[in-house]
């Protein structure tokens, strides 16, 4: 098959893959490669740059229902609205349908008038069968609760090991919140606007006897934040929105590959999460996804008794811990992006075992009645350092803030965060026209309230590491030492592959 520039400014994801693919294979120039494309050498470079997004998209589109040619874009927002609605248990009928496509054919300047027949197709097309929808969302509470502890959680517990039962879910964090912006933040919905720039989404993952803890996938605005300028490694996994929120596809992109992992392993694993428009039901192999009832995620969500809590307690003791020693160094505070996915690691991976199977246990993963189960979560695991009631304390003092508690302060972001939010028809147009745009929109930089740091060269890091020693020779014990010692080994081995790769000739002066 052969492709031309009409398949790129189009975003044919099949023809971006054959580009890529060539140049590759570097059997030709990439000047040849333009040619025969028929497309600028700019253009060639900006599809180079953005190949991990050409990629996932084209993975993607594996995934994405039939559409007709004429009016796909229409066919993606009305399938956006049914879903939202869907996930919100709300009734929908046919003549529903034909009305909010017509609204939508619109409000997108399309000539259009949605008909019985077409619709039949469309739902044909994206295997979508009406349903009668039984009293409002908040007031099945009560039965579709009943019916998952009595039904549907028993067949999991049953079918599946503790170790192969997991629960996902998302959370906001205003990942740059000091005590004395806790009250300006707290109860604010934050679905755009100021605020919304100090918001990144979290997505936490774990298996229900706290055995593994999966990489947290983060989502922020930028995919081109100063700070990560020289990062050649994230801590976490991180993509990038306008609006730092979670949509089906980064979902889709995420579980699928997760499958693929699991498939290696040969494992078959049950995934629970919560019933929202950015959940679509992914047909897997290894993952069967199980969705929560509407409405119901505080009470049968595990990640929602004190996980993604616990996470966030360790987050906020790092940023005070690290606001107090600014202060101490008479130095600015700030925190970059960077810093915060770095604080956000080291968080994750300071919430217990202990903490998540009890979490579990308290939504109901478990033969073991709960009442036997202590539900305390682990906070301060190393009584020699500061507590965070005693940093919040002087922080608090610090920052003339006496009315705000330090519980007030870990729970800032627990309510009204958007991570997946309810979307507007405006929201929706905006989503549906962003998926096109991935070659002509460059993503915008993060204005960071600090640059990228430089990177120390080979001198100054010897120096970093003397410095390092000696500070450990004094304050620390032996398995301090032991860490310092792998760290030292890792940073000579990365300067000693510089130094072999260099010509015996380059040590000796150059004769005139």
């Not at 229900?208 to 996938?217: A, H, Q, T, Y």
């Not at 922020?220 to 949509?247: D, H, I």
């Not at 929202?276 to 969705?291: D, G, M, Q, T, W």
């Not at 965060?417 to 028809?425: E, G, K, L, S």
Request: a neutral charge; aromatic letters at 8%.
């Amino acid at each position: 098959v052969s492709y031309s520039a009409v398949d790129i400014a189009t975003v044919n994801y099949k023809a971006l893959m054959e580009l890529l693919k060539a140049v590759d294979q570097k059997q030709k120039t990439k000047t040849e490669i333009c040619k025969d494309f028929d497309i600028a050498n700019s253009t060639l470079s900006t599809i180079i740059k953005k190949r991990e997004q050409i990629t996932e998209m084209f993975e993607r589109s594996k995934f994405e229902p039939e559409r007709t040619a004429k009016h796909e874009d229409l066919e993606t927002a009305l399938l956006v609205w049914f879903k939202q609605a869907r996930s919100q248990n709300a009734p929908i009928s046919g003549p529903l349908m034909l009305e909010r496509s017509n609204e939508l054919a619109k409000q997108m300047g399309i000539t259009f008038s949605a008909n019985p027949g077409w619709l039949e197709r469309y739902k044909k097309r994206n295997g979508i069968v009406l349903k009668n929808v039984c009293g409002e969302a908040n007031q099945v509470l009560p039965t579709m609760t009943a019916n998952w502890f009595q039904s549907t959680l028993p067949s999991i517990l049953e079918e599946y090991e503790a170790k192969d039962v997991f629960n996902a879910d998302e959370t906001g964090l205003f990942y740059r919140c000091l005590p004395n912006k806790t009250l300006s933040f707290k109860g604010q919905s934050c679905s755009g606007g100021k605020l919304s720039k100090e918001r990144i989404t979290v997505l936490v993952d774990c298996n229900s006897d706290g055995s593994e803890k999966l990489p947290l996938f983060v989502i922020g605005k930028s995919l081109k934040a100063q700070c990560f300028k020289n990062v050649r490694t994230l801590p976490v996994e991180y993509t990038a929105n306008k609006k730092a929120w979670m949509v089906a596809t980064m979902f889709t992109d995420w579980i699928v590959k997760l499958d693929e992992r699991f498939l290696r392993e040969k494992r078959k694993v049950a995934m629970i999460i919560d019933n929202c428009p950015a959940h679509p039901n992914v047909i897997l192999k290894a993952i069967k996804l199980i969705f929560l009832p509407p409405n119901t995620t505080s009470v049968l969500q595990p990640c929602d008794q004190g996980i993604i809590q616990n996470m966030k307690f360790f987050y906020r003791k790092q940023l005070l811990r690290k606001y107090l020693l600014a202060i101490e160094a008479n130095e600015d505070f700030s925190i970059n992006l960077l810093d915060a996915l770095h604080m956000l690691h080291s968080a994750w991976n300071s919430v217990t075992p202990r903490t998540i199977e009890n979490c579990f246990r308290h939504a109901g993963f478990s033969k073991v009645s709960d009442s036997l189960v202590p539900k305390e979560m682990e906070k301060e695991d190393i009584e020699t350092e500061p507590t965070l009631n005693e940093m919040f304390e002087k922080v608090s003092v610090l920052l003339d803030c006496p009315t705000v508690s330090s519980e007030e302060f870990v729970a800032v972001d627990d309510d009204n965060v958007c991570t997946a939010p309810i979307m507007t028809d405006k929201d929706i147009l905006e989503f549906v026209q962003s998926s096109k745009n991935i070659i002509d929109a460059d993503s915008d930089n993060e204005n960071e309230m600090n640059n990228a740091a430089p990177v120390p060269t080979s001198s100054e890091m010897r120096n970093i590491m003397k410095s390092m020693r000696s500070y450990l020779d004094a304050h620390s014990n032996g398995e301090m030492n032991n860490k310092m010692n792998d760290i030292e080994q890792f940073v000579d081995n990365l300067m000693l592959k510089k130094t072999m790769q260099r010509k015996i000739s380059d040590y000796f002066p150059k004769t005139q």
